[in-house]
């Protein structure tokens, strides 16, 4: 058990002497790739208007979501009317998005109950 504690030191010492001796280097290839994301001047400001920007930009997309939603809808609508001619292939994939939907629900009890699988915290 020690010569693993070990080996995990060294790991990490090595990996922290390669971080502070590239890491600038790449820090600045990454800022120079990237530099037209980049709002001059950074300022307080400008990150309030870039924010609200966002959040109107979400808003106004809302109604061409929700005519997408309707459209959706209308198709299960119509696919469940003609379930006679429903392909094998057809209800796997809505069986596996059940399960998906499933597995999602059970990741977010397990994430709201702190990542305990028994119980919650007090």
């Not at 922290?16 to 980049?38: C, D, P, R, T």
């Not at 300022?43 to 997408?68: D, H, M």
Request: aromatic share 14%; hydrophobic share 40%.
């Amino acid at each position: 058990m020690a010569s693993k504690w070990q080996q995990l030191q060294s790991k990490a010492c090595h990996a922290s002497q390669f971080v502070a001796k590239h890491g600038s280097v790449y820090y600045k290839q990454l800022m120079e790739q990237n530099k037209q994301y980049i709002q001059q001047p950074p300022t307080v400001e400008k990150c309030n208007l870039l924010a609200k920007q966002l959040f109107y930009t979400r808003l106004a997309s809302i109604p061409g979501r929700y005519e997408a939603f309707w459209k959706e809808l209308d198709g299960v609508k119509n696919l469940w009317k003609s379930r006679q001619e429903l392909k094998v292939e057809d209800a796997g994939i809505a069986a596996l998005f059940g399960l998906e939907c499933f597995a999602w629900f059970c990741a977010g009890e397990i994430v709201g109950r702190g990542f305990t699988f028994t119980g919650y915290h007090p």
